[in-house]
């Protein structure tokens, strides 16, 4: 299983529901129980429990990341195997993941437990990696980001651009109905006066270690060890770039993730 750090978490869905029209669809103001699934450091709980009078638990195989949610997200929680989640059936009426999909080798099968315990809908908020776009102020970034993400897509072993298409097929593969899909652009900025992670970011692009830490993925795709040297030593010269643009406060960067807001009924 994909390990993901409180950090990480917290900083890639900085702001993501400040617009939450594309929620529509899970009729929160009437839901009693919801469950969060693969909830994480609990993101998307905290925006459940905002827009419903209803209970909301976080559900999630990492243990670390639910004392995180407990405490940040106000919800209780439980550890739990997306496949195997220890509550009876029809005992929710909105089931619903963010990002966890993307990180399942079968998602159809986790889409039928959920269907399984919700007795009206489930819904799904899941990304396409493949459809990322950065605009940045160091000219070489946006082509290394797309040369870097191309390597990764061929070498991760989820369908990590699951979006709404595939998210959609494992809908229809568990049986649910009515299925709608509606897309939520996330936008992140980086740009003056720089926070402490957009620093502690352009330091990890100058030293090549966010790189690394997906050397193994990277490989795992056509890459030869050869290219991702080649690769690593032009992100480093980048990052490098950054820092300097940082320090005379002239970096922006802009990244757009597309996801898709996919909800059946049971
Ligand atoms: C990308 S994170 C998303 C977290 C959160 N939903 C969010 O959007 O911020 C994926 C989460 O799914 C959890 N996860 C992955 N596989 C799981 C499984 N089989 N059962 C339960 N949780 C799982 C991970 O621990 C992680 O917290």
Redesign the pocket.
């Given at each position: 299983?994909?390990?993901?750090s409180a950090d990480y978490?917290r900083d890639?869905?900085r702001g993501m529901w400040d617009d939450r029209e594309a929620l529509a669809d899970l009729e929160l103001d009437s839901r009693e129980r919801v469950l969060?699934?693969?909830?994480?450091?609990g993101?998307?709980s905290r925006v459940l429990a905002e827009e419903t009078s209803g209970e909301v638990i976080g559900?999630?195989?990492?243990r670390d990341?639910l004392a995180v949610a407990r405490e940040q997200a106000d919800i209780e929680t439980v550890a739990?195997?997306?496949?195997r989640l220890p509550f009876p059936d029809d005992c929710f009426d909105l089931v619903v993941?963010?990002?966890?999909l993307?990180?399942?080798p079968d998602p159809a099968a986790?889409v039928r437990e959920f269907r399984r315990v919700s007795s009206d809908l489930v819904a799904a908020?899941e990304p396409d990696n493949g459809g990322v776009s950065v605009e940045s102020t160091v000219e070489s970034e946006d082509g290394l980001a797309a040369r870097a993400r191309r390597a990764y897509l061929r070498g991760v072993e989820t369908d990590v651009t699951l979006g709404g298409k595939g998210t959609r097929g494992a809908f229809r593969e568990a049986g649910l109905s009515d299925v709608t899909t509606r897309q939520h652009y996330h936008s992140r900025t980086v740009e003056p006066p720089y926070a402490e992670r957009d620093l502690r970011s352009a330091r990890r692009k100058a030293s090549g270690e966010g790189l690394a830490d997906d050397r193994a993925t990277l490989l795992a795709g056509d890459l030869s060890v050869a290219e991702y040297d080649d690769l690593r030593s032009d992100w480093r010269e980048m990052g490098r770039e950054v820092v300097e643009q940082m320090s005379a406060g002239e970096y922006r960067r802009a990244e757009v993730v597309p996801f898709y807001v996919t909800v059946g009924s049971v």
């Open positions: 299983m994909r390990q993901f978490l890639t869905r969060d699934v693969g909830c994480g450091t993101e998307l559900a999630d195989a990492d990341l739990s195997d997306a496949l993941c963010q990002a966890l993307i990180n399942l986790a908020v």
